[in-house]
């Protein structure tokens, strides 16, 4: 038996993203209990805060995905709560959750990201929507990525190829957030590059290459298997395949990330590395992308889980809204 | 695990058959897993309100059955199903007009195991099937699994179209292609809340007989009318060229899962061995609670009880949606069954608002899910049988909000596309 004690997994809640939180926490409460782990799964809802303090776990896993598990909010919770938690401080993830916000940072930090404008509906309707994305399409050019500045699983995402899509686009984005991230479309190979921190410092795993089948990395493409084809690690140069490991591990830094990220880079066909995202909460489904790199480490799922859910558990609770 | 030479992460995946081909996940399956949430006002699924079911009464029943009748109720039995309840569902099948005998009702999982067995012993690849415009989402993703083409065919608020309806038929000839049924929901239609009217009925019959073309008439909600006796079936008029679906889960319980077939004895028979090999019998247990019910409770009544209850929330739904949503909306009103089928302002795709409306905490189902074709972009069905009257109200007062945002929002972009 593991003399973690009793440790709960977090997932579900009210997200867009809840089916795929439920499914990844399942997968790693699972792994967990095969490792003797007193482990037990439970639905975000407002039953959660009360139970917490009747019966405090020793540390929790956080496979909530999206807004309500990645900007920040249900981790300040925790830390209210005094409940350890394996992954970053609720301050640290909403930096990183913001995808305008964390490509700033991790730019400024010295990788690549891709030009992009974030805009919110209001800048369209106050300066006219037609005229301003037409400025956009001049000064970024087409192929556009449309996507929500706060979100995952490639929900609201659209690629524009076409001037005529993009107001539909736009309509689709703000349905799923207030601000819309309008980035360049880079062709080129699509990485997600996970990074654990076991206390002796952030490592990258292996690169996890993408090669969507229907050519959109979309969210039928993740979650459906056999639509998208995986290479791991990344049939990459050993540079280029250590540039985008130092890449990600740059970004969980900048972030001021803890134990667990997963960054998605593309590699343009110049070489580049461009950084897109990085996920505080990754999907641990049996299509995602952590678990494939963990896998291709040698690293077993559950004693990943086990060991970050130690080392949060030593670690203890942050005070709330800690710096970074 | 070695996985540089790529893995699709599904060993089978060059296996499976050409029909699982569009088997994949959606973002709207992802929405509506958040929309069973009990924070969010549901008026998606077509759920009954089976809270207003005698439940003390059922439970004794079920107890006692299977204390005085569990060898055989726990058994397997044959694969045309129960023959009491097939006996006692033609008297259910007698208040809609419909002269039947025992022997021609095959009892099935749910009327759509029903559509599986008639889709199986009907339709190769390619065939047609003519269908409403809009129709039953569940029928419209079993006709897809046998690979058959659906054609629709234009409703206006008295159903059907007879002269669109010829005018397909017409069409499908002319293209080469084989027609093989016209499925319909003849009464408060799912999701139009639209009820064919007596003065077409006898039409659209004669026009299907006259192609030589089967009527599939799914009647899940003909009961569930609020004003006046039950409209007789298409199959009240003629036996021959039309196989009538029924269900239980609208009138009694979803949860038993219990439909059934009424076919002419040589589609009978073929149904019959198609039912077996899918499920060898229909549920045992299942069969003899609704049996029992059928038998020994006065379920008519209980009838009456689901649709005041029905009527009262169809009229909470309506005067909301009348106090509240923008001009350039328009809806049906179903006199019975479970759906408001709304179409929505220019410019307004009811798919690409739902993450708003979730995010308002209330739910319903777009409308291009009805459609095999790419229609239905402006339209949404709200289904008003689950949800309290008050919650209805504020379901689609908060509806009427998330719309407005997004007229914003499709104003600013010209339109929306």
Not at chain 2, 115 to 123: A, C, E, N, Q
Not at chain 2, 233 to 242: F, H, T
């Amino acid at each position: 038996m593991s003399d973690l004690g009793h440790v709960l997994v977090l997932a579900g809640g009210l997200s867009y993203e809840r089916e795929v939180s439920l499914s990844s926490g399942r997968r790693v409460t699972d792994a967990l209990a095969s490792l003797g782990v007193e482990v037990e799964l439970v639905d975000i809802d407002a039953q959660l805060l009360p139970r917490l303090l009747q019966d405090p776990p020793s540390a929790v896993f956080l496979a909530v995905h999206g807004i309500e598990g990645e900007d920040g909010g249900l981790r300040d919770a925790l830390d209210l709560s005094g409940v350890p938690y394996v992954g970053a401080t609720g301050s640290a993830a909403r930096l990183a959750f913001d995808k305008p916000v964390a490509k700033a940072i991790v730019g400024r930090a010295g990788v690549h990201t891709p030009p992009s404008v974030a805009l919110q509906h209001a800048a369209f309707r106050d300066l006219g929507g037609p005229a301003l994305l037409e400025r956009v399409v001049e000064r970024l050019g087409l192929p556009l990525v449309v996507k929500p500045a706060r979100g995952g699983s490639a929900l609201g995402v659209t690629v524009v190829r076409e001037a005529a899509e993009l107001p539909a686009a736009m309509v689709g984005c703000y349905s799923y957030d207030g601000v819309a991230l309008l980035e360049r479309h880079i062709a080129g190979v699509e990485l997600a590059v996970s990074v654990v921190d076991d206390g002796s410092g952030p490592v990258a795993l292996p690169a996890v290459e993408i090669e969507a089948l229907s050519g959109t990395f979309d969210y039928a493409s993740r979650y459906t298997a056999g639509m998208t084809e995986y290479h791991v690690p990344a049939r990459l140069s050993p540079e280029l395949a250590a540039a985008a490991g130092a890449a990600a591990v740059l970004a969980h830094q900048a972030l001021g990330l803890r134990d667990l990220s997963r960054t998605d880079l593309i590699v343009s066909a110049e070489g580049t590395i461009e950084y897109l995202e990085t996920n505080v909460a990754p999907g641990m489904t049996t299509t995602s992308l952590l678990p494939l790199a963990a896998a291709a480490a040698g690293i077993e799922l559950g004693s990943l889980c086990r060991d970050l859910l130690h080392r949060a558990a030593v670690r203890g609770f942050s005070a709330p809204g800690a710096p970074l | 695990m070695d996985m540089s030479g790529g893995s699709r992460l599904d060993p089978y995946v060059d296996r499976y058959a050409a029909r699982t081909h569009g088997m994949t996940t959606s973002e709207i399956r992802a929405l509506f897993a958040v929309a069973n949430r009990p924070e969010i006002i549901g008026m998606g699924g077509g759920s009954p309100c089976v809270s207003a079911l005698p439940l003390d009464v059922i439970g004794e029943m079920t107890a006692r059955l299977i204390t005085d009748h569990g060898a055989q109720a726990l058994q397997y039995m044959g694969g045309q199903g129960d023959e009491r309840l097939r006996e006692l569902i033609c008297g259910v099948m007698a208040l809609e007009g419909i002269s039947a005998s025992a022997d021609d009702v095959i009892v099935t999982v749910g009327s759509q195991q029903a559509l599986d067995v008639v889709s199986r012993i009907f339709l190769d690849p390619g065939d047609v099937v003519i269908a409403e415009a809009p129709s039953y989402v569940g029928a419209l993703g079993t006709f897809t699994q046998y690979q058959a083409d659906v054609v629709h065919v234009t409703m206006d608020d008295a159903g059907l179209v007879p002269e669109a309806l010829r005018a397909a038929i017409a069409d499908v000839a002319r293209s080469g292609r084989r027609a093989k049924f016209v499925y319909t929901v003849p009464n408060y239609h799912n999701p139009a809340g639209i009820t064919l009217i007596e003065q077409r009925r006898d039409e659209i019959v004669a026009i299907c007989a006259e192609a030589g073309l089967l009527i599939l008439e799914d009647n899940p909600y003909g009961l569930l009318g609020f004003d006046g006796p039950p409209l007789p079936a298409l199959r009240a008029r003629v036996a021959d060229g039309i196989i009538y679906l029924g269900s239980f889960s609208k009138t009694f319980a979803a949860g038993v899962r219990v439909g059934w077939v009424l076919a002419p004895p040589g589609v009978k028979e073929k149904l019959i061995m198609a039912s077996e090999a899918t499920t060898l019998c229909p549920v045992a247990l299942s069969q003899y609670v609704v049996a029992e019910f059928l038998a020994h409770y006065p379920w008519q009544e209980q009838v009456k009880v689901f649709r005041e209850l029905y009527r009262a929330r169809r009229d909470a739904c309506l005067e909301a949606l009348e106090g509240s949503f923008p001009a350039g909306s328009s809806w049906t009103r179903p006199a019975g069954g479970f759906y408001v089928w709304v179409t929505l302002p220019e410019g307004i795709d009811a798919k690409a608002m739902l993450p708003r409306a979730i995010q308002g905490r209330v739910a319903y189902v777009p409308g291009v899910g009805f459609y095999s074709d790419g229609q239905g972009r402006r339209n949404l069905r709200l289904a008003y049988s689950l949800p309290e009257p008050d919650r209805i109200r504020e379901g689609i007062r908060r509806l009427a909000g998330v719309l407005a945002e997004e007229l914003d929002i499709v104003a600013t972009f010209g339109g929306g596309g």
